[in-house]
């Protein structure tokens, strides 16, 4: 069992910055990729950013990239997700995901592809 905790959330003026943090427990020996999500009220779930176990493979939405960078610390079992240039349109409950791979090098953008999910953390920019 996989258990991803966020945290970081907040409120934010536009051009703003945040970073989000995700701990996940019980991932000994596991190599997990790990996958950022977002949902706005009244929208599907999407993909936001995507990172391999190795930390060397990482995959952004359009929507955020070059805004939001996604890193990770083994050692400490935590992904972050850097989010500068904050927008109105970027307000949502932000999820962490963990899915098991193959290689060290491999990530996953389709929600399918995950198997652990955390709570969420809101973030709201204001204009």
């Known amino acids: 069992q996989v258990q991803p905790v966020e945290s970081g959330g907040g409120l934010v003026q536009a051009g703003g910055s945040l970073r989000l943090s995700c701990a996940a427990s019980?991932?000994?020996?596991?190599?997990?990729?790990m996958g950022w999500f977002r949902q706005a009220p009244g929208k599907e779930r999407e993909f936001v950013a995507a990172i391999s176990w190795s930390g060397g493979s990482t995959s952004y939405a359009n929507s955020v990239k070059g805004r939001f960078t996604i890193s990770r610390d083994n050692a400490k079992n935590t992904v972050y997700l850097q989010m500068n240039s904050l927008k109105p349109e970027d307000t949502a409950v932000y999820y962490c995901?963990?899915?098991?791979?193959?290689?060290?090098?491999?990530?996953?953008?389709?929600?399918?592809?995950?198997?652990?999910w955390g709570q969420g953390t809101q973030v709201t920019v204001s204009s």
């Open positions: 019980g991932r000994t020996g596991r190599k997990d990729a």
């Open positions: 995901a963990a899915g098991g791979t193959l290689f060290s090098s491999q990530y996953y953008t389709r929600i399918d592809d995950y198997t652990y």
